[in-house]
């Protein structure tokens, strides 16, 4: 068992930066996708060049009070190179936590998409990151200015901008919205079709977790997720990640121990506290985490290029559970390497640095200390990591030290419905297989228009990503249903 202090950062870990890993290092990766796929699928036509242009647009700082009146320049891109004028549809990615242009480079399924329905593209920043700071450089100084980071703003800063562009483009005045988003930009995409459902006619949200909250789903569905990922891709391979956690326990206890890990995984900065091993152990379960998060079927590039499949290349390191601790850590190390040095560069390793970069880290650490509580627990028998409960005080603790606030666990279910949402509809949920995310998803349609799209083979929303020639059929058949739906809404919203 960790000590309550490690399990504590590993908790905050889990509210704290795992999401913010579904992006801003999936994103990052399917810029090489679509290198990857021009290489291998030379016949298949260009993406349209990814040519948008970045406009910026005045937003209350707060939409929901009177009292602050001031605004902020809230920036957005827009591709019209395929729209069919007037009104044809609006393709509206509702941007999450990180630069928007990092989501509209990196969304290929709407720029492969965007001739075939004569769609505009836009794609909004949501508040707090990239360039569209409310406080300018203050913005993260003090709890005071951060007070308007909330899904529900930015869902108000989404269906402003849509009435804005609808009345100042020429031509979109009847031109209906479809909203698109993955990860947590899925859950704004759901959210705004329940909310603005006459804003947009639509919505596909790809690898959305909407009911990773209270006790809508089990809290230990996403470890076995993970885990289900490392068993199905070589024999021993959970099992010898299961038993790493004992031999590194056992080797912490001396002096010579830590001196030993520290060599063994080439760390930059030698283990020397409790509390360092703890960050050790949790650096570890992170880059699990990311490699079923980036099981994909080709080569990407995320810290490091990656192989295709990633995890069956780990896992062909891992093929001895029972041997010795050191040799069974040796082999740990083997397998991490694939992740942080597939090219071979690394100087050494360094446990303060997961995939994630900084770039949405902060925010999203905020927003998961206020309304985004997500609960996370393992037992070590139905999955491969150490037991751990979920424990809201401690997290709510730890919250209060770095921002000032507490959170509200219940806030989202009841705002958002939970799992009481069959009133609303025109929505696509679609999920893979391998993505541990997909444990807090709507995996079953739950009326003719809510309707769960299920990617076996897919890992976190491959089907986001643009074509690529070793796409597995289940994927390609998704972003079709996807098409006809989406082609579906357009025509029922020209009916009425
Ligand atoms: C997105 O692409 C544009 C144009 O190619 C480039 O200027 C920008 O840096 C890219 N953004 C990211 C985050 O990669
Ligand atoms: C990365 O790989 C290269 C080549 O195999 C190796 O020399 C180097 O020590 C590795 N770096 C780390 C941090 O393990
Ligand atoms: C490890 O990463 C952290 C966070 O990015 C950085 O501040 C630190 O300088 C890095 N340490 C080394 C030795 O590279
Ligand atoms: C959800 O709806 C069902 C049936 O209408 C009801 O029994 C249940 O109490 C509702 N749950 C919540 C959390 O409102």
């Known amino acids: 068992m960790a000590s309550t202090e490690s399990y504590r950062s590993i908790i905050h870990l889990n509210g704290g930066t795992w999401l913010i890993l579904a992006l801003n290092l999936l994103w990052i990766s399917a810029a090489q996708s679509f290198h990857v796929s021009r290489q291998f699928a030379p016949a298949q036509p260009p993406n349209p060049g990814l040519s948008y242009k970045t406009y910026y647009f005045n937003q209350k700082i707060d939409h929901f009070g009177f009292y602050e009146d001031a605004t902020f320049k809230q920036r957005y891109l827009v591709s019209d190179c395929n729209w069919r004028k007037p009104?044809?549809?609006?393709?509206?990615?509702?941007?999450?936590?990180?630069?928007?242009?990092?989501?509209?480079?990196?969304?290929?399924?709407?720029?492969?998409v965007a001739e075939q329905l004569g769609a505009m593209l836009v794609f909004a920043e949501h508040r707090y990151y990239g360039e569209s700071m409310p406080f300018g450089d203050l913005s993260y100084s003090d709890p005071k200015y951060l007070n308007y980071l909330t899904s529900e703003q930015a869902l108000a800063d989404f269906a402003v901008l849509i009435k804005f562009l609808k009345s100042s483009i020429e031509g979109a005045k009847d031109s209906p919205v479809i909203a698109l988003g993955g990860s947590y930009g899925g859950m704004l995409a759901a959210w705004f079709r329940m909310k603005y459902p006459q804003v947009v006619v639509g919505a596909l949200a790809s690898s959305a977790p909407i009911w990773q909250f209270e006790d809508l789903v089990p809290c230990n569905t996403f470890y076995q997720t993970v885990t289900n990922d490392f068993k199905k891709s070589g024999p021993g391979c959970s099992e010898s990640i299961l038993n790493s956690w004992a031999a590194i326990n056992h080797l912490s206890e001396t002096g010579d121990g830590l001196q030993w890990l520290s060599d063994?995984?080439?760390?930059?900065s030698p283990l020397k506290t409790k509390e360092d091993v703890g960050n050790f152990k949790g650096w570890l379960i992170e880059t699990w985490t990311n490699l079923a998060m980036v099981d994909y079927p080709y080569p990407a590039n995320f810290l490091e290029p990656l192989p295709a499949w990633p995890i069956q290349v780990v896992c062909k390191f891992l093929r001895?559970?029972?041997?010795?601790?050191?040799?069974?850590?040796?082999?740990?190390f083997q397998a991490v390497n694939v992740y942080y040095n597939y090219t071979g560069t690394a100087q050494c390793l360094n446990t303060s640095q997961t995939a994630s970069g900084s770039l949405g880290d902060l925010g999203w650490t905020y927003q998961a200390c206020?309304?985004?509580?997500?609960p996370f627990c393992s037992d070590g028998v139905n999955d491969m990591f150490e037991p751990h409960t979920w424990d809201f005080q401690a997290y709510s603790d730890d919250c209060y030290k770095q921002w000032g606030v507490r959170p509200r666990a219940s806030w989202i279910t009841t705002v958002y419905g939970g799992k009481n949402i069959t009133s609303y509809s025109n929505i696509i949920f679609s999920n893979g297989g391998l993505d541990p995310w997909s444990a807090g998803g709507v995996k079953e349609s739950l009326?003719?228009?809510?309707?769960?799209i299920m990617i076996p083979e897919g890992a976190h929303h491959l089907d986001l990503r643009s074509n690529n020639a070793y796409d597995p059929k289940s994927v390609l058949q998704a972003r079709a249903m996807e098409v006809e739906y989406m082609k579906k809404w357009i025509q029922e919203s020209r009916n009425n």
């Not at 630069?99 to 990196?106: A, V």
């Not at 206020?370 to 997500?374: A, D, L, P, R, Y």
């Open 87 to 112: 009104a044809g549809p609006i393709l509206f990615y509702t941007g999450n936590e990180g630069d928007i242009t990092l989501f509209c480079n990196n969304t290929g399924f709407m720029w492969d």
């Open 264 to 268: 063994a995984f080439h760390l930059c």
């Open 320 to 332: 001895n559970p029972k041997s010795g601790e050191k040799e069974l850590l040796q082999d740990i």
């Open 370 to 374: 206020t309304e985004m509580v997500m």
């Open 447 to 452: 009326s003719d228009s809510l309707i769960a």
